[in-house]
């Protein structure tokens, strides 16, 4: 499912407009980004999002076979729920 397929739906299930549907949507995804960047984000019954570092690592190129150094860097990470509650 895509975005505009998620809006729809959203708006379907709603009864909101589809203009209205992807604001909300729009403002929900932006808030949960700024949230998980001080504190993990946990939706009960649905899961958690939040920042993660990843250490620096050596990779391989699969096409030639050097390898390389993949730096450091934070990611953001959503981990589900194990019993997802709708």
Known sequence: MNKAELVEAVAKKTGFTKADSERALDATLESVYKGAKKSPVQLV????????KRKARTGVNPATGAK?????KTVFVFK???????
Not at 46 to 51: D, L, P
Not at 68 to 72: G, H, R, S, T, V
């Open 45 to 52: 019954g649905f899961g958690t999002f939040k920042y993660a």
């Open 68 to 72: 390389l150094k993949i730096p450091a």
């Open 80 to 86: 589900a729920s194990k019993n997802p509650k709708f």
